[in-house]
């Protein structure tokens, strides 16, 4: 016999359920692993010049996998005078707002701002580092609160020095304080500090500092938590003195209405490889990640169930319809007429309006059901 159930409003219930997962990349992955500066073999450049690709392997390997991409951009208000690659670092930057910034209500491309404010009057963010982080790791999204960026900002960087001044940028309170102004769905704002005790690496009299729970910060950029995206202001790679800034850095220098832009590695420049004004992409590219002592942070996957309460009360389902259940026309498990029929449940099916099966549950070991007793038994659909 085959009986139907119908399931009542009340006998399902929806939820979601968000699985974390802990995304380590050392600075040893991204530089100096694979091949010497500059020629990382899982580091690959492309003709157009527009960003660079960085794998947890070679690239021409079957095995590598994609980790995250690093590109460059100004915005048509940047005071930086670009000479290399001027009109793909403004193509790039207006290709990452329009995506992640949208459109004001005259159809301009709106601009990045430390404080996620779109409106004019805030502080924007002309000249950008962006990485832009593989669907593989990012999943369905960042985890608000526990992205982590490490960056040495000596300007020495082949002597002992190396990494001894670092700034460590976080997206500090953004898991109860993010923005959802945004096309691309949801970010926050990120904030820089010294990682070493001791040094004072930042610029006490920036405009940028800010005081949060915790302690004091300065604002370093946006971090994009769906679309997988870390829009980094360039003055986390810039001096505003001889001894000190936003970053520590030396070296290579333009100057530009008071502030040091540069991507400098040492104060006699003997690997120095390009500036974000006067270099390709891919150059800079290079000597951003040779900087970078650490990067973490948790993705998400969002994980939706559909729970079905399948009851079968006591007089209901204590008979089979497997044809092995009679023998003779005389139920097999009952010894005496006068026992209690009883049936043994291995699976259920939920079916369709019109009666089409469309999942099955399978039970590790059969349930005995009799008349005596009732169930309540609990399937969960992920999707």
Known sequence: MTIFKPLAADDRISTKTLLHEAIPITGTIVSGTYGAHGSEENVQNFSHGMFQSVYDYPYLSSSANHIFDITFGTSKDSVLNVTAQTAKKDNVYNQMAQVLMGYDKDGNIQTFDEDGDITAGGTKINEA?????????????????????????????????EFD???????????????????????????????????????????????????????????????????????????????????????????????????????????????????????????????????????????????????????????????TYLSGSQIRVKNQSTDIPISYITSIGLYSADNQLLAVGKFSEPIRKDSNIELTLRARMDY
């Not at 559909?306 to 319809?321: D, G, L, M, P, Q």
Request: charged share 20%; net charge negative; with cysteine.
């Open 129 to 161: 580092i962006f990485v832009s982080f593989s669907r593989l790791l990012s999943k369905d999204e960042i985890k608000k609160g526990s992205f982590e960026l490490e960056l040495g900002v000596n300007g020495d960087y082949d002597n002992d020095e």
């Open 165 to 323: 001044k670092m700034i460590k940028i976080t997206d500090q309170g953004a898991a109860t304080s993010y923005k959802v102004n945004s096309p691309a769905g949801e970010y926050g704002i990120l904030y820089a500090t010294s990682s070493v005790a001791g040094n004072p690496v930042l610029d006490e009299a920036s405009a940028a500092k800010t005081t949060l729970a915790g302690g004091t910060y300065w604002k370093a950029g946006l971090i994009f938590y769906q679309a997988g995206v870390a829009v980094l202001t360039s003055s986390v790679l810039s001096t505003t003195g001889a001894n000190g800034g936003f970053g520590y850095l030396r070296g290579l220098k333009h100057t530009v209405a008071g502030k040091l832009f540069q991507l400098g590695f040492d104060d006699d420049q003997t690997t120095l490889t390009g500036s974000l004004i006067g270099s390709e992409i891919s150059a800079s590219a290079d000597l951003l990640r040779h900087r970078i002592y650490n990067l973490q942070f948790n993705n998400t996957v969002e994980l939706n169930s559909t729970v079905y309460f399948c009851r079968a009360k006591h007089n209901e389902f204590n008979y089979s319809s497997n044809p």
